[in-house]
């Protein structure tokens, strides 16, 4: 009798196993954005935007135009080809490394402590404003943009998760 009980076990166990019982959900494909990150700079009435592409391509905005697009506006017109002539490549980063870091940020983007802490008081300086994002689509596939880092008033501002702030030490390093 227990030989039955152990063997009936065992079959159950094993159509469980191969039925795909236990597992969760498919992980959704990550889709990258054409755009993935962007850092920008502003001091004195002046404004500068870097982005890196999808495929690992970081280029300058060289228009006053591009720098001030909106988000939307930007990736669509980027996609498009219609930037060619106010943008220029700086450098290209290994794809790889890429895919890595943008993975790290998507999970990351909808978890706690995501936003950037800011200290209780910075110092009353004139100072260059450094901003670091990173783009993905929602559940809704709306572009978003996350902040991963931050320098105002010459004071580092990160956030409260891990992952983003290796995004931010990946993103810093590679360009």
């Not at 978890?111 to 950037?116: F, I, S, Y």
Request: proline share 3%; with cysteine.
């Amino acid at each position: 009798m227990e030989r039955t009980l152990a063997a009936f076990s065992a079959i159950v166990l094993l159509i469980g196993c191969f039925s795909g019982c236990g597992r969760g959900e498919e992980p959704r494909e990550i889709k990258m954005p054409d755009i993935t990150f962007m850092y920008t700079y502003s001091f004195e009435g002046t404004y500068q935007l870097t982005f890196c592409d999808s495929v690992g391509n970081c280029n300058k905005a060289m228009t006053d135009e591009v720098c001030t697009m909106g988000l939307d506006s930007l990736s669509e017109k980027f996609a498009s080809g219609a930037l060619d002539d106010d943008i220029r490549l700086v450098k290209n980063c290994d794809k790889t490394a890429l895919e890595k870091a943008y993975t790290k940020l998507v999970k990351a983007s909808g978890a706690e402590g995501r936003e950037l802490e800011y200290p209780d008081s910075l110092p009353a300086v004139e100072a260059p404003e450094e901003r670091w994002y990173g783009l993905y689509y929602d559940k809704d596939d709306k572009l978003r943009k996350v902040a991963v880092h931050a320098n105002t008033c010459m004071t580092d501002v990160t956030t409260g998760n891990e992952d983003l702030n290796e995004v931010y030490e990946w993103f810093s390093d590679t360009f």
